[in-house]
T-cell receptor, first 114, second 109 residues
Framework: EAQVTQNPRYLITVTGKKLTVTCSQN?????MSWYRQDPGLGLRQIYY???????DKGDVPEGYKVSRKEKRNFPLILESPSPNQTSLYFC?????????????FGPGTRLTVL | AQRVTQPEKLLSVFKGAPVELKCNYS??????LFWYVQYSRQRLQLLLR??SRESIKGFTADLNKGETSFHLKKPFAQEEDSAMYYC???????????FGKGTTLSVSS
């Protein structure tokens, strides 16, 4: 089944403890992106990648890192999480390396930083 | 600056009533506009995009460049339309998708 998967789905951690949220797609999509969803703020883009080894900042990149070593994977790394990074995170991918192609979203990862 | 504004956080209507979810945008070029929908306990998914000019689940949206709007409309709301709706914009570079804050549509019988 064509899909975007994220792991873990739920995570509770403490301030400063490094964590990685994985994202994988099996549709051979070039474009991948990370968003965070917060009440009253909607979805905001954190980072995106147009292709392997090509990443760029979105609207809210502070406190996050990403890497794109393989086409299918786009992990989100929080080196030193803080409580203001408590949020619902979505990974998405689309074909042809463009944001305006239909984006397919993962199920979301709910992160709580204590 | 690119911006998408959805002025209503919540829109409540009765089944069978017309629905209009408002979306206004700010962009200095020719953007691509989309509506994404998130049903309860489901993933965010594309509902429709202006370039395809199609009607999905009875919903339509017309891009009005003069008013910089892309309102989503349906003549007769159904209970299964209850969901969170996001308007989104992508610029010509195609690098980023800018979302509005979303409108929750609640359809009751």
């Amino acid at each position: 089944e064509a899909q975007v998967t994220q792991n873990p789905r739920y995570l509770i951690t403490v301030t400063g403890k490094k964590l990685t949220v994985t994202c994988s797609q099996n549709m051979n999509h070039e474009y991948m992106s990370w968003y965070r969803q917060d009440p009253g703020l909607g979805l905001r883009q954190i980072y995106y990648s147009m292709n392997v080894e090509v990443t760029d900042k979105g609207d809210v990149p502070e406190g996050y890192k990403v890497s794109r070593k393989e086409k299918r994977n786009f992990p989100l790394i929080l080196e030193s999480p803080s409580p203001n990074q408590t949020s619902l995170y979505f990974c998405a991918s689309s074909s042809a390396g463009q944001a305006f192609d239909e984006q397919f979203f993962g199920p979301g990862t709910r992160l709580t930083v204590l | 600056a690119q911006r998408v504004t959805q002025p209503e956080k919540l829109l409540s209507v009765f089944k069978g009533a017309p629905v209009e979810l408002k979306c206004n945008y700010s962009y200095s070029g020719s953007p691509e506009l989309f509506w994404y929908v998130q049903y309860s306990r489901q993933r965010l998914q594309l509902l429709l995009r202006h370039i395809s000019r199609e009607s999905i689940k009875g919903f339509t949206a017309d891009l009005n460049k003069g008013e910089t709007s892309f309102h989503l409309k349906k003549p007769f709301a159904q209970e299964e339309d209850s969901a969170m709706y996001y308007c989104a914009l992508s610029g010509q570079a195609g690098t980023a998708l800018i979302f509005g804050k979303g409108t929750t549509l609640s359809v009751s019988s």
